[in-house]
């Protein structure tokens, strides 16, 4: 069965440090397309960054990094430079590419904290 | 260039009422998807609509819930007979497409009360 993986419920950081937020994923699909998203208090879904199952290299963003690990099925994401504004729920997400709906599999979030 | 619009952003209905909740795509996407986040959770996906057509309803409830995206205007996912636990901020997405790489862009999500 599909599965995505969010063991961390919440994390801190320094302001100015770097943070990993795991993700861990479970799929029989070979094609498939891996997301972060950002949840701020006031509720919205801020897309982050995207990583494809035959993508080479990981995806970067600005500031966001995704470390994928194929083998491992891991797709942690790298905030660096961190920022009191990077404080939100982080929502990682699946979706895959043959066969099915396309819909997507959220994690249960990770809560960062950054402190100043 | 707008983006996904949701209305109502707030919605307050007493147990037993009907709720109606609606959802404008992004200009030139055809796909709709709506997500459930219950406090403290994940989204978790309803259903997946394309114009005039239910593609997949695989989590949505069997009873009560319904949805539709009409030819003309905007989804609507309907739910009859409110009862607290439909409590909760329901998203909707669209997409243009349905590769793995075409993102799906949210709505700021309605936040439905049952009292």
């Known amino acids: 069965a599909q599965k995505i993986t969010q063991t961390q419920p919440g994390m801190f950081v320094q302001e100015k440090e770097a943070v990993t937020l795991d993700c861990t994923y479970d799929t029989s699909d070979q094609s498939y397309g891996l997301f972060w998203y950002k949840q701020p208090s006031s509720g919205e879904m801020i897309f982050l960054i995207y990583?494809?199952?035959?993508?080479?290299q990981n995806a970067t963003e600005g500031r966001y990094s995704l470390n994928f690990q194929k083998a491992r099925k891991s797709a942690n994401l790298v905030i660096s430079a961190s920022q009191l504004g990077d404080s939100a729920m982080y929502f990682c997400a699946m979706r895959e590419g043959l066969g099915g709906t396309y819909k997507y599999i959220f994690g249960t979030g990770t809560r960062l904290k950054v402190l100043a | 260039n707008a983006g996904v619009m949701q209305n109502p952003r707030h919605l307050v209905r007493r147990r037993g009422q009907e709720a109606r909740l609606r959802c404008s795509p992004m200009?030139?996407?055809?796909?709709v998807y709506w997500y459930r986040q219950l406090p403290e959770e994940g989204l978790k996906f309803m259903v997946y609509?394309?114009?005039?057509?239910?593609?997949?309803e695989s989590g949505m409830p069997k009873e009560r819930f319904s949805a539709e995206f009409p030819k003309e205007g905007p989804s609507i996912l309907r739910i009859q007979q409110v009862v607290r636990g439909d409590s909760a901020a329901y998203f909707c997405?669209?997409?243009?497409?349905?590769?793995?790489?075409?993102?799906?862009?949210f709505g700021p999500g309605t936040r439905l009360t049952v009292t």
């Open positions: 990583q494809g199952s035959y993508d080479e």
């Open positions: 997405a669209s997409s243009r497409g349905t590769a793995p790489r075409d993102e799906q862009y």
């Open positions: 200009k030139g996407h055809s796909h």
């Open positions: 609509l394309q114009k005039e057509n239910i593609i997949d």
